[in-house]
């Protein structure tokens, strides 16, 4: 959520990033609402004062000995409008919330201007395709010739992008997972946090999932939602609390499983493991001094790059443009994994400075020494996805002879495993 005072101060700014974003909100809404709300804070003002003179002359009179009989009853009728009057400030607040929550956070000046992803920036590329002497396959054909991914039977369990890992797969996966851990643990400074993965509203609303985004969402029957990542229920955990300023940055790494219903991806990647309803992600989340946050996610983006580093895959940073910005974003960049099967990079994670926009609506602060409490800068980042790095250590170490390759970062892991067979 903006500060009020931003879009107060300088709405065609405010505007202008909207529109560079390609989205929509009412601002002139929130201007009008907030200027209805401070002329009825005003009056309320206004008329307290006249209650507090008015209680002040019944006193003196009493004193006397007079009648107060007509200023008591004066009284109660500046009462009686200064209690509507409160309902009714509480109701232009609540108007003024729901709007704010549809604005997008502004991006910051080093973003490039753009409609979508055509306009992101590539930033650096790591290492080199490999080369192969026959046709690299995808990695669904690969998995199911080893019979490590079963896409048939997850369609039968639940529905269509489940999918049911067998053997070796599962062990890639859950290696993936712990190799994961233990670098951003044990090397980056990372705590690791094992959070619930359902939430609540209040939960979701706080890192700008709802009420924008739902129709994304699983909904449970007692009305909480399953997690889309663990940004979600991680950046929460010091929601209305104020954390010390010596204490920052805060680091936080976590695997869960996540859940995504995908709404506006109908078509895309409809086979294989890019695109699932239900898949495994470790995130990091950092809680950050606002004068170092972009600092924050360069390193963080050097973490989850580190990964594929380690696996010695090709990859690529890219800087997202304006269109192409998640909402709660004020920058953000994009690691992509190359995957030879489909002869293109592949986004395998995102990394974001949210500045103060979420720990707004989550009410997070940190209290600077000598200073009044200021809100932290949050930072989220997939650290990175798990299935897709699976399709990538399948693609890019497979051989002629439809085996692959197990990457020496993780055999100790494997239980020794040097190829997949």
């Known amino acids: 959520m903006l500060d009020i005072k931003v879009i107060r101060d300088d709405p065609e700014r405010v505007k202008k990033a909207i529109l560079e974003r390609g989205m929509s909100a009412d601002v002139d809404g929130i201007l009008e609402q907030d200027a209805r709300r ?25 004193k006397e000995g007079g009648d107060a009989a007509a200023i008591v009853e004066k009284m109660k009728g500046i009462s009686e409008r200064i209690k509507n009057m409160d309902t009714e400030v509480r109701e232009v607040e609540t108007s003024i ?3 704010m929550l549809d ?4 991006p910051d000046d080093s973003v490039p201007v753009g409609p979508d992803e055509t306009s992101n920036v590539e930033v650096r590329r790591w290492g080199e395709p490999p080369s192969f002497t026959f046709k690299p396959k995808p990695h669904w054909e690969i998995g199911e010739a080893l019979g490590i991914l079963d896409f048939e039977r997850g369609a039968k369990i639940a529905s269509s992008r489940f999918t049911l890992m067998r053997g070796p797969g599962a062990h890639l996966e859950r290696a993936l997972i712990n190799l994961m851990l233990d670098l951003h643990t044990t090397e980056h400074g990372y705590t690791e946090i094992f959070p619930p993965i359902l939430g609540n509203r209040e939960t979701f609303t706080a890192t700008g999932q709802l009420p924008k985004f739902e129709e994304d969402m699983y909904v449970c029957s007692d009305d909480l939602l399953l997690a889309p990542t663990a940004e979600v229920p991680v950046t929460n955990i010091f929601r209305d609390e104020i954390l010390l300023e010596a204490d920052l940055p805060i680091k936080f790494a976590a695997y869960t499983p996540c859940f995504r219903r995908e709404a506006g991806s109908y078509g895309k990647d ?4 890019i695109r699932q309803h239900q898949f495994n992600k470790v995130e990091m989340v950092k809680f950050a001094h606002p004068d170092s946050s972009f600092d924050e996610l360069e390193s963080m983006i ?7 580093r380690r696996l010695g895959i090709h990859h690529r940073v890219v800087l997202l ?19 030879p099967g489909a002869n293109e990079f592949k986004e395998i994670s995102s990394c974001s400075c949210c500045t103060d926009f979420q720990a707004r609506r989550a009410n997070i602060r940190f209290k600077p020494q000598g200073d009044k409490p200021r809100f932290v800068h949050t930072l989220n980042g997939s650290g990175i996805a798990v299935g897709r790095t699976v399709a990538a250590v399948l693609e890019n170490f497979q051989l002629d002879d439809g085996r692959v390759v197990v990457p020496p970062a993780l055999q100790p892991y494997m239980g020794g495993m040097t190829v997949i067979g």
């Open 103 to 106: 604005i997008p956070n502004i």
């Open 302 to 308: 050097n973490n989850a790059e580190e990964v594929l």
């Open 97 to 99: 919330r729901e709007l």
């Open 270 to 273: 409809v086979r294989g493991i």
């Open 38 to 62: 401070r002329a009825l804070l005003v009056e309320v003002e206004d008329l307290k004062h006249q209650r507090n003179q008015a209680s002040e002359e019944i006193v003196a009179l009493k």
């Open 321 to 339: 443009s304006t269109g192409d910005l998640g909402f709660a974003a004020a920058k953000c960049y994009d690691l992509e994994v190359w995957l």
